[in-house]
Every structure is written in structure tokens, then in C-alpha cells.
Nanobody, 120 residues
């Protein structure tokens, strides 16, 4: 199993920045991709972006491209989500998740989430 723990959420004004962290532990050698998702109240969970665990390939949702950046520190088994130019519509609980293969769209392990609130 892989355990994930997000941190770094909080309250920020529109236009501000936050950096979220996701620390992975357990069977991290099985991780193929780590992704960020978010879920706003009353809305479905939304894909934010992902990074390959081995390598640095990233992919972002159109709503965050150019504002959010995903990076990782393999030595610390940690992935980061740098969020700049935040908007009120970015308010959500942010989750990190992993999957172990490119052959599925299903993410196997999820963190508990961290709240991000952007005030206008």
C-alpha cells in the first residue's frame, strides 16, 4: 500500500499563492503517476494535474494550466503543487492520489485532502 498525506492548505486572497505538499510512504516503488484532484462543495471531483514518478513529465487541466505547477522531490517522496494567481473558483479540498500503471485511469491510493480557500 501507499500512504499519502497532504499539507499546506489554507486561506489566501485572490491573486495570491499557496504550495501544497503530498508526502508518500509505504510501497512508493510501485507508484507510476501522482496526481492532484480537487473537489469544491456541491461539485464533482476534478482532475488538476499529474506528474510521472520516474521522470518529470507533467500534464495539467486547462483551468489551471499556466498558473499551477507540479514538481517532486524523489528523495523525500514528496510531490508539490505550486498554485499562483489563485482565483475564488480554485476554492476546494485538494487531494493527491497515485496509480501504479499507465494501463488504467483508476487511481489506487488517496490522501485525506487539504482545504484551500481563496477569498475575493
Amino acid at each position: 500500500q501507499v500512504q499519502l498525506a497532504e499539507s499546506g492548505g489554507g486561506l489566501v486572497q485572490a491573486g495570491g499563492s499557496l504550495r501544497l505538499s503530498c508526502a508518500a510512504s509505504g510501497r512508493t516503488f510501485s507508484v507510476y503517476t501522482m496526481a492532484w484532484f480537487r473537489q469544491a462543495p456541491g461539485k464533482e471531483r476534478e482532475f488538476v494535474g499529474r506528474i510521472r514518478w520516474n521522470g518529470s513529465s507533467t500534464f495539467y487541466a486547462g483551468s489551471v494550466k499556466g498558473r499551477f505547477t507540479i514538481s517532486k522531490d524523489n528523495a523525500k517522496n514528496t510531490v508539490y503543487l505550486q498554485m499562483n494567481s489563485l482565483k475564488p473558483e480554485d476554492t476546494a479540498v485538494y487531494y493527491c492520489a497515485t496509480k501504479s500503471t499507465a494501463l488504467t485511469t483508476t487511481y489506487d491510493y488517496w490522501g485525506q485532502g487539504t482545504q484551500v480557500t481563496v477569498s475575493s
